[in-house]
């Protein structure tokens, strides 16, 4: 059965503190990995799509990156505006979406 | 700016009564989705459709009903036999392309509570 699987459920940094977060994933045919940022009370936002291991992708303070079993979301010398849940989820070969749980950032000034 | 909307903000249900959650897209999107969001669990997926006049069950479609006649809107109906409502409802929505280059676009909740 295909599935995602996020940790830490929570991360509280130091503004500064750089940290990654992952995403493991079981899929049968992987067509792609979504990275979401979301912020209390609203919906998920696109970050990242990552298709094949190897492949990364970078936007300010957030990299993500890909193997065969999982995603890590590094992020550099965080702020306390990147603060939020942060969701990935995986499409598979039947364009069925799966989603993690999330990881719940806190950044303190 | 296209986007999805999404109304109410926040709802309250009585027991016993069926409340309807708007959903509306402006992005020419053939695809909708609603999802339920709870603590601790990730999206789960309640009714999708991908046309007009046609849509599928989702994972947990038990107590819930949608209706889709027109391409931008997909209204969800939380009816009474839904025992445990109380939850964030995300509406979302993609095109075949989008589907494999950014996934959903998502609109930004109703937060049902039973009162």
């Known amino acids: 059965e295909d599935q995602v699987t996020q940790s830490p459920e929570a991360l509280r940094l130091q503004e500064g503190e750089s940290s990654s977060l992952n995403c493991s994933y079981t899929?049968?045919?992987?067509?792609?990995l979504f990275w979401y940022r979301q912020d209390p009370g609203k919906g998920p936002e696109f970050l990242f799509t990552?298709?094949?291991a190897g492949e990364e992708k970078e936007k300010e303070r957030l990299k993500a990156t890909l193997t065969k079993k999982e995603s890590f979301l590094h992020i550099t010398a965080p702020k306390p505006e990147d603060s939020a849940t942060y969701l990935c989820?995986?499409?598979?070969?039947?364009?069925?979406?799966?989603f993690g749980t999330g990881t719940s950032l806190t950044v303190i000034p | 700016d296209g986007g999805i909307t999404q109304s109410p903000k926040y709802l309250f249900r009585k027991e016993g009564q069926n409340v309807t959650l708007s959903c509306e897209q402006n992005?020419?999107?053939?695809?909708m989705y609603w999802y339920r969001q709870d603590p601790g669990q990730g999206l789960r997926l309640i009714y999708y459709?991908?046309?007009?006049?046609?849509?599928q069950k989702g994972d947990i479609a038990e107590g819930y009903s949608v209706s889709r006649e027109k391409k931008e809107s997909f209204p969800l109906t939380v009816t009474s036999a839904q025992k445990n409502p109380t939850a964030f409802y995300l509406c979302?929505?993609?095109?075949?392309?989008?589907?494999?280059?950014?996934?959903?676009?998502f609109g930004s909740g109703t937060r049902l509570t039973v009162v």
């Open positions: 979302a929505s993609t095109s075949a392309r989008g589907l494999f280059f950014y996934g959903y676009t």
């Open positions: 899929v049968s045919g992987l067509r792609g």
């Open positions: 990552l298709y094949s």
């Open positions: 989820a995986v499409n598979n070969a039947g364009n069925q979406f799966y």
């Open positions: 992005l020419n999107h053939d695809a």
């Open positions: 459709s991908q046309i007009v006049n046609d849509f």
